[in-house]
């Protein structure tokens, strides 16, 4: 059974960064193309970045392009979502997500973490 935990959310002021991780466990990464998703209250589930089981493409939503960067690290089994220049709109719940590639479905999930961007 995949089983993805996030971690990394918190509180930061506009213009700030943070890393999110998100750590994989009972399956290699190199299996799963894992994706970044985040749901606001009020709006709808938003993918906003993907990247192939193999490390080798990414997809980035034009919300967060050029401000959001996803990584992966295969020792670690784990991806981050590096998040520059935040902005207020970005707060939301922040969740990984585990399939074979990048799409909108997904089977396995995290918990989420929150993001709060405020002064």
């Known amino acids: 059974q995949l089983q993805l935990v996030e971690s990394g959310g918190g509180l930061v002021q506009p213009g700030g960064s943070l890393r999110l991780s998100c750590a994989v466990s009972g399956a290699s990464l190199d299996y799963y193309a894992i994706k970044w998703f985040r749901h606001a209250p009020g709006k709808e589930r938003e993918g906003v970045s993907c990247?192939?089981?193999?490390?080798?493409?990414?997809e980035t939503a034009d919300s967060v392009k050029g401000r959001f960067t996803i990584s992966r690290e295969s020792a670690k089994n784990t991806v981050y979502l590096q998040m520059n220049s935040l902005k207020p709109e970005d707060t939301a719940v922040y969740y990984c997500?585990?399939?074979?590639?990048?799409?909108?479905?997904?089977?396995?999930w995290g918990q989420g973490t929150q993001v709060t961007v405020s002064s």
């Open positions: 990247i192939s089981s193999r490390g080798t493409s990414t």
């Open positions: 997500a585990a399939d074979t590639h990048c799409g909108d479905f997904f089977i396995y």
